[in-house]
């Protein structure tokens, strides 16, 4: 014992419960594992195998070949869901993009062999114009404008089409008002009580999403602006006021979008609703990360299994993540 007066030892020691590995593990509040994840993965119509993409290095457009290996690694590794997003040769594009609804299409027919091949493997589609117009925009355009009604009038269509191939769910990521009501009927009305909804219900208008166009090829060409349907970053509240409409109107699941720059939005949401709420780490939050990781400025590891931690602390169920393999394979090795 050194001379110092009792009272200069602090009687309260955050720091005892930090001192080993077990006692760290004990009082551990939040915990990643690989049943958290859902794996988003493109896939192409043209012929010849994977294609990579240039902002998203260790990502690529699938085959349908390749989609459904990785789809059975995915699996394997206990992740529980993959959410597809198609990217179509131009003749399939459109103003209307009718191409969405089309039962011989990509989706359904990736859907079909999905659920023939991994049938316990859930599998999510994206509904949403933006692969199929010629505009690059998630709805019906006409003079400047997105049609609300027209929209909801075609991803009525989508969703019911996905619902008849298998989808175990439909992700409307459009920002339409009054989508997901008008999908929950229409999807009731056809026998399809068990096809859930996860909606894409706080979807800012994000600087973020560039990668992901480029995958697909889907950049706005004009059109409309996606401020005019997608959220302005800089609100919350307006945030709450969408997810408690979507619920209202039925969605199982609710999602907030992008993920570490809306981390807030993220807790509010879970703090308000407690309903399972997904979070997307969307395609430049994961170029980031592997830019930062390809240079050697971050532990790709270390900063990946962080990052999806902090959507687990913030109240995130579920968590659409690029990394969602190497994430599954790393905590399988013992991480986080
Ligand atoms: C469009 C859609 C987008 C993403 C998912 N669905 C892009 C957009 O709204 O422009 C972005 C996902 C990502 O960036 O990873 N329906």
Redesign the pocket.
Same mark, same amino acid.
């Given at each position: 014992m050194s001379d110092r007066p009792l009272s200069a030892y602090p009687r309260v020691r955050p720091r005892r419960n930090r001192r080993s590995p077990a006692v760290r593990a004990l009082v551990q509040e939040h915990r990643l594992s690989a049943a958290d994840l859902i794996l988003?993965a493109f896939v192409h119509d043209g012929p010849g195998g994977p294609e990579p993409i240039s902002s998203m290095p260790g990502t690529v457009r699938h085959s349908r070949a390749s989609l459904l290996e990785h789809a059975a690694l995915a699996h394997s590794l206990g992740i529980p869901a993959l959410a597809i !997003?198609p990217k179509v040769s131009d003749d399939r594009k459109s103003v209307d993009g009718r191409e969405a609804w089309n039962d011989d299409g990509l989706v359904p027919e990736m859907v079909r062999a999905l659920k023939r091949e991994l049938p316990e493997l859930l599998v999510i589609t $994206?509904v949403?114009l $933006?692969?199929y117009s010629s505009l /690059?925009q $998630?709805g019906v355009v006409a003079d400047g404008v997105i049609l609300n009604e027209a929209t909801i009038d075609a991803l009525v269509q989508q969703a019911a089409c996905h619902a008849r191939a298998g989808a175990d769910m439909v992700a409307p990521? $459009?920002m339409m008002d009054g989508r997901i009501g008008r999908i929950r009927d229409h999807l009731d009305a056809k026998g399809y009580h068990q096809t859930g909804i996860l909606a894409?219900s706080a979807?800012f208008a994000?600087v !973020? +999403? /560039?990668? !992901?166009?480029d995958a697909?090829d889907?950049a &706005?060409r004009g059109g409309a602006d996606?401020k005019t349907y997608?959220m302005d970053p800089a609100n919350s509240d307006e945030a709450l006021h969408e997810v408690r409409l979507d619920l209202d109107e039925g969605a199982d699941m609710v999602m907030v979008? &992008?993920g570490l720059p809306y981390l807030d939005v993220l807790h509010r949401v879970k703090a308000t609703f407690q309903r399972p709420t997904a979070v +997307?780490?969307?395609? /430049?939050e994961?170029a980031m990360l592997k830019a930062a990781a390809q240079h050697g400025w971050l532990d790709e590891r270390a900063a990946v299994l962080e990052s999806l931690l902090a959507f687990k602390r913030a109240g995130a169920d579920a968590i659409?993540t +690029?990394f969602a393999i190497e994430a599954a394979r790393w905590l399988q090795e013992g991480g986080a």
């Open positions: 988003p !997003f $994206d949403a $933006d692969p /690059g $998630d990521s $459009d894409y979807k994000s !973020f +999403y /560039g990668p !992901f166009r697909l889907s &706005p996606k997608q979008k &992008p +997307y780490q969307v395609s /430049g994961y659409l +690029y």
